[in-house]
């Protein structure tokens, strides 16, 4: 297994299925771009933070994954191979996380901006960001 993390689109709509054991899991599936081309990624989460944020995503939206990967190949049906993902995924981040965390980091935040996009905008410039030191160019 490798670590890893990556990012695409959610394909079709994650599903909660449980185990003969009753152990609740979540699959999904996401489309990886690799350059030109993409490769989907089969995806299963057995933590919980993980499978509530992959519930709450629908198909298209956009998703980064961190967890064990698994690669291997398949044949399609011109007899082709083509790669395979398996990730068991430990993390999710989704744009609600970004956002949320970015609101958690800089409460000024409001829907007009940043105090120092609107002081900007004014033709305000914070001193905070002003050492009164000599430019380098």
Known sequence: MIDALISGKVMGTPAQRTSKN???????KVRVPTG???????????TESAQAALLALGDG??????GSLKVGTWIDREGQARP???MTASQVL??????????AMHP???S???????RAQQGQYPDEFDDGGPLDF
């Open 94 to 103: 989704t744009a609600y996380h970004v956002t949320k965390k970015r609101k």
């Open 112 to 118: 007009g901006g940043t105090s120092t996009q609107r």
């Open 84 to 86: 395979s993902l398996d």
């Open 22 to 28: 009753g152990n609740a899991f979540t699959v999904a």
């Open 108 to 110: 000024e935040q409001d």
């Open 36 to 46: 030109e081309d993409s490769v989907f990624c089969n995806v299963i989460s057995f």
């Open 61 to 66: 939206d956009v998703v980064a994954l961190a």
